[in-house]
């Protein structure tokens, strides 16, 4: 990783979450989300990531796990 990436693990509860007419979050969604630009700290970036799959989801039918690490800038 470079200064200022960021890596995120996550559960299949994750990309599995389903919305009321069964659409999955999908991996797209989460790798278009982690692609946006994140001035953000890793605790943001989860923060958002969680706030999307609960927005997304119709129901919790699965755990939903996800750890954030992302790396110094030079500037942190």
Do not use: N, W, Y
Not at 52 to 66: L, N, Y
């Amino acid at each position: 990783l470079g200064p200022g990436d960021a890596v995120c693990f996550i559960t299949d509860g994750v990309v599995e979450a389903q919305d009321s007419e069964g659409t999955l979050f999908g991996e797209d969604r989460l790798t278009e989300l982690l692609r946006a630009e994140h001035p953000a700290s890793a605790a943001e970036i989860l923060t958002q990531v969680f706030k999307d799959v609960e927005a997304h989801a119709a129901m919790q039918a699965d755990d939903i796990t996800a750890v954030v690490l992302r790396r110094k800038t030079h500037d942190d």
